[in-house]
């Protein structure tokens, strides 16, 4: 049974910084494409960061230079680090494992085969 659970969320003053974790069991993240996307209230969702079987990474332009994706394989976990946050960032943050193919920009919501349940960030001004 695949699972994803997130954790680390919280919230910080802008400037500052967190890491999310995601922990999955059910299938090795070293043999498949992991993101993490983002939904703000009324907003759709984003994909913020993705990294592929062979360590390649990309980033939405919002993020890029600031938040950075990574994979502990004795751990089986995704994380992304996140710092200069801003009040922009605030959001849930989920991660997903997403279909297996080249990315060229972050994956979208169609790409998503599983989900995680999310966390919260909130930056505040």
């Known amino acids: 049974q695949v699972q994803l659970v997130e954790s680390g969320g919280g919230s910080v003053q802008s400037g500052g910084s967190l890491r999310l974790s995601c922990a999955v069991s059910?299938?090795?993240?070293?043999?498949?494409?992991m993101a993490w996307f983002r939904q703000a209230p009324g907003k759709e969702h984003e994909g913020v960061a993705t990294?592929?079987?062979?360590?390649?990474?990309t980033y939405a332009d919002s993020v890029r230079g600031r938040f950075t994706i990574s994979r502990d394989y004795t751990k089986n976990t995704l994380y992304l680090q996140m710092n200069s946050l801003k009040p922009e960032d605030t959001a849930m943050y989920y991660c997903?494992?997403?279909?297996?193919?080249?990315?060229?920009?972050?994956?979208?919501?169609?790409?998503?085969?599983?989900w995680g349940q999310g966390t919260q960030v909130t930056v505040s001004s």
């Open positions: 997903a494992r997403v279909s297996s193919r080249r990315y060229s920009s972050p994956a979208r919501f169609p790409d998503v085969n599983y």
């Open positions: 990294i592929t079987a062979d360590g390649s990474t």
């Open positions: 059910g299938y090795t993240v070293r043999f498949y494409c």
